[in-house]
């Protein structure tokens, strides 16, 4: 368990050196030019379609995938980014999605565009979007300031069937 551990702390140390800052500015971005409206009571994905248990991403103008998932029963708009190790998520996040940050321990450190941080490994009990759910997905809660919003990686996306970019957009297929 702890090599385990260790070696997700690695990976993510990997991507978090590379993706933080790159997210954080096109998470803001996206927050801020967004005129998606999401509501709990509405689908939890902002996808082209969804069947069964394959859903469809757009691109936005940027070329990026953005999502809103159901984390641990709490929407969450996230970049999917297949390039990231893990989920990282803020710790205003983890609050949100019913996680408590006096439960985490800051004991891992890794590097990111903005220099050392600390993190903390969390399991998060469910993700879902569209017709697609995984159960107890690894992920990383880091500080506020290192990363503005949700960013859904490769702990996820590793659990999945099959995902592809395909003209323009992302196919989840679980």
């Known amino acids: 368990m702890l090599a385990r551990l260790l070696t997700l702390a690695g990976v993510a140390a990997l991507a978090a050196m590379l993706v933080?800052?790159?997210?954080?500015?096109?998470?803001?971005?996206?927050?801020s030019n967004s005129a998606v409206e999401t509501t709990p009571a509405a689908p939890a994905m902002t996808a082209k379609y969804a069947t069964g248990r394959s859903v469809v991403l757009d691109a936005d103008g940027r070329g990026h995938f953005f999502g809103t998932f159901r984390i641990n029963g709490r929407t969450e708009r996230g970049l999917v980014d297949t390039g990231a190790s893990a989920i990282?998520?803020?710790?205003?996040?983890?609050?949100?999605l019913g996680i408590s940050p006096?439960?985490?321990?800051?004991?891992?450190?890794?590097?990111?565009?903005?220099?050392?941080?600390?993190a903390a490994p969390t399991m998060l009990s469910r993700i879902e979007i569209g017709g697609i759910v995984v159960r107890d997905v690894q992920a990383l809660v880091l500080p506020d300031k290192a990363l503005s919003g949700t960013l859904i990686g490769m702990t996820f996306l590793n659990r999945l069937s099959s995902f592809r970019v395909e003209d323009g957009a992302l196919h989840l297929v679980r």
């Open 88 to 96: 990282a998520i803020n710790i205003s996040t983890a609050r949100r």
């Open 20 to 31: 933080p800052h790159f997210a954080t500015s096109v998470l803001t971005q996206a927050d």
């Open 102 to 118: 006096s439960s985490l321990s800051f004991a891992s450190r890794v590097s990111t565009a903005n220099g050392v941080i600390e």
